[in-house]
């Protein structure tokens, strides 16, 4: 393989892997966000029974 054509893959596989790499990074993003939505939700019943025992 010449030192051009070495080149060329590399820099493709470089850039293969900076997609991946977002891809994971927006999957990482959006399994944070449904964790903290869903939790919010959580708390949010917590504090509605947590009212009613009171009242």
């Known amino acids: 393989m010449g030192p051009e054509l070495h080149y060329q893959v590399m820099i493709s596989r470089a850039t293969e ?3 991946e790499a977002a891809e994971h990074r927006r999957a990482r993003q ?3 966000g449904r964790k903290a939505q869903q939790r919010s939700g959580q708390r949010r019943l917590r504090a509605a029974f947590g009212k009613l025992r009171t009242s």
Do not use: N, R, S
């Open 17 to 19: 892997l900076q997609e």
């Open 30 to 32: 959006a399994q944070a």
